[in-house]
């Protein structure tokens, strides 16, 4: 069985999709409730604070089920968590660290390793200068992390914490190794389905979903600020293929993974290539502009490449053309984009 956290955000519910299709029992687990027609595709569901990462009444709940996997999605994302530090250091530092001890307990009981995913981010990343971030254009996963926010500091705790768990948990004690974390480093992802909440990169999916529905869009980052971004199901099938490489082809436990790199105005421009009425101004919120501009402008995914034949599915183009533009479009039925 899977435990997927976190499980009525934007991630989740594509993950829940692609595993359910395929047959793999799910357990979801969400402070909130599941949307309609999510919760009728897996086998158990945890809702309030059996579902909450945080409480001890999830670890006791949890326990219960056969879990053989975990895709540990529950977070704060960058802007909610520079609202509430204190509530999203709990939820993302305490809350992965309870989910590692479950399944620390539960490897320990079968005697067989149970694999975490975690999706950590580009927010791990902090350049001190515009300057540096265009130097470094494509940052390696051992650069320049100097993260600037409450989330990308917890994300970068969280991994030392998964290659703890995985390789020195308990070994002065002599125990056998039962967790294997495995994480990738997200972009900015775009979904066509869903909206994200709480995040600084939220500006590409907004200008996109306000444009399908003829909503006027303020954008709250400058034209020319760029960082990487991906279609959602390039995510899921990046933490997918992490999840399925064999052990030995890993040579780190943390990857990057890139697919396209626009400025916010080259996602205003095809935006309106295909909705030629939207309306997008720029209002920039200082704030959030010095949050993604400490984050890199782009990625070198080339470990991912080579250690597990990481390859995006989406380019920027074709991100639109195949799949953002015609899914979109059907879920508000509002406007009719101009056919490339
Ligand atoms: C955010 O904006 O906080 C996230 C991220 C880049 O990790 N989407």
């Known amino acids: 069985m899977v ?5 009525s955000g934007e991630m989740g519910h594509a993950l829940i999709e692609a595993l359910a ?4 029992p799910v357990l979801a687990a969400d402070v909130r409730q599941l949307p309609h027609g999510l ?4 086998v158990a569901v945890l809702t309030g604070a059996e579902g909450d990462v945080t409480s001890p009444a999830f670890v006791e709940r949890a326990a219960q089920f056969p879990i053989g996997q975990i895709f540990h999605l529950a977070a704060v994302l960058s802007t909610a968590a520079e609202r509430d530090p204190v509530r999203a250091h709990r939820v993302n530092v305490d809350g992965t660290l309870a989910v590692l001890s479950l399944a620390q307990q539960r490897g320990e ?11 950590s981010t580009i927010a791990v990343y902090g350049f001190g200068s515009l300057e540096e971030k265009q130097r470094i254009s494509a940052v390696r996963e051992d650069q320049a992390l100097h993260p600037h926010t409450l989330y990308g500091i917890a994300k970068l705790h ?5 290659e ?7 070994q002065l004690a002599g125990e056998a190794r ?6 990738l480093r997200f972009p900015g992802l775009i979904s066509a389905e869903t909206l994200p909440s709480g995040g600084t990169s939220d500006y590409a999916p907004e200008m996109l979903h306000a444009a399908a529905q003829g909503i006027t869009y303020h954008c709250f980052v400058r034209p020319s600020t760029r960082i990487p971004f991906m279609a959602m199901p390039d995510g899921i099938k990046a933490l997918r293929m992490l999840a399925n490489a064999p052990a030995e082809h890993l040579s780190q436990r943390v990857y990057n993974i890139g697919a396209f790199a626009p400025t916010a105005e080259e996602i205003a421009a095809i935006v309106r290539r295909y909705f030629p009425d939207a309306v997008i101004e720029y209002d ?17 995914d080339s470990a991912a490449r080579r250690d597990w034949g990481w390859q995006p599915e989406y380019d920027f183009e074709r991100a639109f053309a195949e799949y953002l533009v015609p899914a979109v479009t059907r879920r508000y039925r509002q406007i009719t984009p101009v056919q490339q």
């Open 3 to 7: 435990l997927i956290t976190g499980a």
């Open 21 to 24: 299709k395929e047959g793999t």
């Open 39 to 42: 919760a009728e595709q897996c």
């Open 109 to 119: 009981q079968v005697r067989h390793p149970v694999q975490v995913m975690f999706p």
């Open 158 to 162: 969280c991994e030392r914490l998964g």
């Open 164 to 170: 703890y768990y995985t390789n020195h948990y308990m």
């Open 178 to 183: 039962w967790v294997d974390f495995r994480a």
């Open 284 to 300: 920039v919120d200082e704030r959030r502009q010095a949050i993604v501009d400490s984050w890199c402008a782009d990625v070198d």
